[in-house]
């Protein structure tokens, strides 16, 4: 860490600093310049409140020239992360995880059909969404523990592992046979929720949030990770900025960038990010080619009535000929 | 509702569409142009699932024309929202809440120095956290309990409300004696917290997100509406932008706006917002004068080491004269 | 074109609209609701000042259902645009073109070299810096006038076609020679260098503002095609979010909605967009998966000193490897 | 300057820095730490290249401590510039600077009309449009070098000094009687159009661009001072964030940030930042409360139509009306 001082700044406040610091057994570097003096700081700096310490009226700014995040830190696990689901669905060092399924879990009949149609695709996780996040309270919010109970029922039918949101750390127990839990881009800074995933045994799918950086993104999972469970899938699903052409940006460079910066597998969510099912294909596969270790793809199918055939959502068969892209891709991807 | 039809359509699903909307009791108006057809849709269409008609292959884009927040629309209730505390204090309709303390709640010596000084200056309800979201699962969480505990007891030895910050609603049982309850950026769309907090009769200091449009927290406000508590202060506490001179960019612009939005009261934190104290000031002037309702500040002191007299943060005699300019300014204010 | 207009409208100013609208040749067709009042305007809309619209006291909301953008409109220019150059290279449609060279011109050894190595690992044209946008006066300007002359003389060594960028067009005969000009994100909006270049006869590669939208993209090429100047190359270069672990955020999702939206060649450059050499291979892959005509990359290589073998540039063997695999990547291409 | 180089940095390449540095005359100080070395640099880093610094592969990051702008700098000048026009209209010191009139100019009644009403009220510089960047090329380019004219001719018949925008420096010669030139927010960073600014005599109006940084801004502003004229009052006019409630989001944070960090004058724009005249009164008011040296407002007045009495335009009445708050907040006013 380095501190930069003002010019003009009080010794006997720097006396107090300095004490300050080494009462942290950190050691601090002077170097005394025309215009300025800097502190390099040596040691564990983690314990530092960056915020305490910018407060002080002697400083100027403060450098943090060490990552924040420690167990999420590829420097500290050079070795890339593999999670193993129960039925033996690897992700991560080559392993790549298909997730596919539709937004919301509507009817037995739909989630088979699509679960199905996924499966002979090529997916190898069904997702679907039981408990629902809507900016409206009037929105419908998803069919949450029936929606649940129907996940489960499917997954014993098809075989596939499952992933669905969480929304309450209470809800946990119903959660005991999804295979992957997630939480959304909303709650990604749900740092009580989070604490309470670290103490589960299941890995998670944690969404970067709308404007998160991400640095922040590591801090949440580290927050998990600090609790014990280094089971961990980031997902960056698009960010939010000023362009209004797609629903939010998909930022791809993510996916290189959080693989030097961790040894935690890395997915991308194309559809959420987009909003528009004709670029869901082409943004999947530049993920892909970046580097991702999977994918998470909306898929709906619904014959009885024609009002879902568009927005995000890809058809089975839009889907099928996408997995067929990904196969190829997937041979000359980076890394 | 506008919904602009893809220019060549398929009449099928125009007939199913147009059914569709007629069994929610919805007049669908069209207008039939060389390049576009548009229906023009009149009745309730708030139940309308914006996302689910813009998946339809027939349509090109949706315009909605009427607000989604309801209880929280000044349409609907034309008055301004005044919100009493159990002592009286009152927000709204020219009535002026003044909320200031320290960041964090650290010793009964500390908060008790400080709600006197700000009391002394005119403040009227005390902040403290308890509960503090850090970034950091490493950085100091706050006293917790604990810190609630202090926060009471110093209430009572002043006589000052109190205002802090809920993570949890299973925490609710310990904020019985707490004024205003407080939902901090990051959990602006953690709506299992939203919808318990609706429940409860306490008034609600909602911040918004740091990427949150005035909509979207207005829906969140509708969260807490609709399940029966419209007791909310909305606070606007800077938003995330490209520019890092200030830790975030204070949005002053929300405040008249909200005004047309809203009925409820509108606070704004130039503290968190700017992250420098050296702004605080003039930002919290720039917001009165603009017709905020209030204000929330935080103010530390801290004999014993000189480690906190900066950043965000202004010193008792800091906030004294920004009192005393607050009073001269809001007798020009705006409205 | 949508008009909503205000709940409680004045009848008299309304009669105005619609004769003035009429004047236009333009059919109001009224909604009437019982909350909202719609005029949809059927017809050319293209010449309605939308700001003198909005201004109206009686409208509430205008929605253009109709895009801005003519001559750039792939809706009236179904076929991709291929643009060739004076030796026959050829973009769009398939035909792939690959820009590598220095960011800054700085000696004839320096450009050469680079220019044959990039040559012979398969770029099609020369890129070199010659006029140089710099935030601070005080950095180098680039070669200026000197840099042009090295860069046509290394074209006609390499017989490799070169494009640089302008940012005067007082400079554009200099420019009599270059291939490809260029405009920079800066001055994506310097509408009167616009109107001089849709004037000669050059093709113009066009960046990307660092804050513009897709829509104004194209509305800056549509400056350029207006004057009679229908080469126009889009380049996305990153754009300017809260997100500092990159320069700016690639979007790589304008590369499908670009070719959505105009008929129009899309490169991208992953250099000035990440600012990251080692995430530059990535990037520039996933370009072309997602659809890229080009890329424009930053090859650099200075033997005498070691000062720049990293930030954004790639070095000669880099490149190489990256252009084996663009080859691989191609062939898989989506579209 | 501090320079972090990598964990396992290449002893001869650090050596070849090192001398780099000093053949600068640059002193580097080494703190070699247990996971990190850092190098101190003292001395005048202004003319480091940090992007070529930043290129070398042994530098992990490089914080730089002092500001890369000198005579916009307050440090090296404490005191408040203050311009003075040809009539001794005075901006900054507590001189305040009111520009009011239309957005363009339309014909010569119209704007004697604005100009003698606003002259009225109290403003001391008019404002009026002749050269206007429009996003289209299809909309009023504006009445350009007739515009100019009869600005020209409504400044001797009201005697008000007037300010108005130049979009290209070739034009300079028609802006010989005008009192100060605009640059707008899209040519923030012309660089050839700053510079040539940099060698006239008059004041120029520097407008912060959408996307640009304060420091950005300020080595704008350094490229005109650099080229010896030091008259530039700062503008700031919104920035371009996520919220699409208003056009740009106005950051009066600027206001106070930009006098500490520079000794020159400073404006706001509420009209252009809002785009609604119902958030200009109290924006510009909030703007003077935070210390604004002035104001630039747009005043529109059409009798003859009833089609501009809105949008981000105040009528002369509102203006008017404005004018009376300004200078009751004037004196309770920050600073």
Redesign the interface.
């Known amino acids: 860490m ?1 501190i ?1 001082l003002k010019n003009n700044y009080d010794k006997a ?1 720097l006396d ?2 300095t004490s ?1 610091i080494k009462e942290m057994n950190i050691e601090p ?1 002077f ?6 003096t ?1 502190l ?4 564990d700096t ?2 530092i ?1 960056v ?2 310490l ?4 002697i ?3 403060i ?1 943090r ?2 990552e ?1 995040y420690k167990k999420a830190n590829r ?1 500290f696990h050079p070795e890339d992360t593999v999670i193993e689901l129960e039925n033996g669905t690897k992700i991560g060092r080559g392993n790549m995880m298909v997730m596919a399924g539709p937004c919301s879990i509507e009817s037995e009949e739909q989630l088979t059909a699509i679960a199905e149609a996924v499966k002979k695709s090529g997916a190898n996780v069904l997702r679907g969404g039981a408990f629902k ?8 919010q998803g069919m949450r523990e029936d929606g649940l109970e129907l996940l489960i029922k499917v997954k014993k039918i098809t075989g596939l592992p499952v992933v669905t949101e969480i ?2 750390y ?1 809800h946990l127990p119903l959660f005991k046979d999804v295979d992957i839990i997630q939480v959304g881009a ?2 990604m ?4 929720l989070l ?1 309470h995933l670290g103490r589960c045994d299941k890995p998670i799918l944690l969404k970067r949030g ?2 998160s ?4 993104l590591l ?1 949440s999972a ?2 998990i990770m ?2 014990g469970n280094e089971r961990i899938i980031l997902c960056e699903r698009g ?8 629903r939010n ?9 959080l693989h ?1 910066m961790t040894h935690l597998p890395v997915v991308i969510d194309p559809s959420h ?2 909003g ?1 099912s ?2 869901v ?3 999947a ?7 991702a270790d999977g994918l998470i793809i909306e898929v ?1 199918n619904n014959p009885t ?9 890809l058809t089975p068969e839009q889907f099928d000929e996408l997995s067929k ?1 990904i196969n ?2 997937k041979k ?1 991807a ?2």
Chains 1, 2, 3, 4 share one sequence.
């Open positions: 380095v930069v406040q107090r600093l300050w570097h170097t005394y310049g025309a215009t300025q800097i390099g700081l040596v040691g983690s314990k409140d915020d305490m910018g407060a002080l009226d400083v100027e700014s450098k020239v060490s924040p420097k996040p809507r900016t409206s309270p009037y929105a419908f929304m309450d209470e909303r709650n800074q749900n740092f009580e604490k709308l404007s950086t991400l640095e922040e801090m580290e927050y600090s609790e960010i939010r900025t000023f362009e209004t052409a797609t940006t998909l930022d791809i460079s993510a996916v290189p960038l030097q990010a987009t528009k004709s670029l294909p082409s943004m596969l530049a993920g892909i080619v970046a580097g709906h009535k024609a009002l879902c055939d568009g927005a995000q959502s892209r190829e891709v000359v980076y890394r």
